[in-house]
């Protein structure tokens, strides 16, 4: 894979984009338009208030779709856990 | 709702909750067999967390969620978490610890938020079962120990 692509794996309880492995994407692709796919292809109703982490050697942070995946600090193959955020407490 | 119903609306919730998403959330998927959810969250550091989703009457109702220690035992101490999902105090009704978050059946039905209807979220996607998990493993990782 070359620095200009990532690959990348969007995982929801939903199910996967792609079903199996990785879609080699642009590196300077914003992370939305995938998650858009994402929400598309796994037929997800509505992802209002979800949110995006992924986990690094440092742990796991959220980041920012409307940036790409160089923006994020991303590179080579990229797992994204794509959901809703925490609930609120009562 | 007619048990058959909410056995196929449940079959069809826990379907995507897969050995591969199990592996990528360090969950431990101990059983899904209607009308039981039995799960751990784990993570480096942290003392794993067991939950039980019985999701009889599902989605009429909202699934009755239990807290464990690792072994299934019931938890005997509440857990340190600034979200306020996982509530310090015993549930009115079942005189446990519980989950107090939208979408779990001891909030609906605790007295201080019974006028938050859970038939305003039933079938969105924030709100299935997948969802449901999703949100209390969220707030779990916001915790320590």
């Known amino acids: 894979m070359s620095s200009e692509h990532v ?28 998650l858009d796919k994402a929400k598309d292809a796994l037929k997800i109703k509505d992802t209002t208030g979800w949110v995006a982490t992924v986990t690094l050697p440092s742990g796991k942070r959220e980041i920012n779709i409307a940036q790409s995946y160089r923006e994020n600090g991303l590179s080579g193959d990229v797992e994204i856990d794509w959901g809703p955020s925490e609930g609120g407490g009562g | 709702m007619h048990p058959a119903a909410a056995k196929e609306l449940f079959e069809r919730d826990v379907a995507t909750l897969s050995p591969t998403l199990a592996r990528r959330r360090h969950w431990i998927i101990h059983a899904v067999e209607f009308p039981t959810i039995d799960c751990s969250f784990t993570g480096d550091g942290r003392t794993p967390l067991r939950l039980r989703f019985m999701c009889n009457d599902w989605n009429d109702l909202p699934p009755s969620i239990t807290l464990h220690s690792a072994d299934g ?20 009704i079942t005189n446990r610890f519980f989950i107090c978050m939208r979408g779990s059946r001891e909030y609906h039905t605790h007295p201080s938020h019974v006028n938050d209807p859970w038939e305003k979220l039933k079938g969105t996607s924030n709100y299935d079962l997948g969802g449901i998990l999703t949100q209390v493993w969220r707030a779990w990782q916001k915790g320590r120990g």
């Open chain 1, 7 to 34: 690959g990348v794996s969007v995982s929801t309880t939903a199910g996967f984009y792609p079903a199996e492995g990785f879609n080699q994407v642009p590196a300077n692709q914003r992370v939305e338009v995938d």
């Open chain 2, 73 to 92: 035992a019931l938890l005997t101490a509440a857990l340190s978490n600034p979200t306020g999902v996982f509530h310090p105090g015993p549930h009115p």
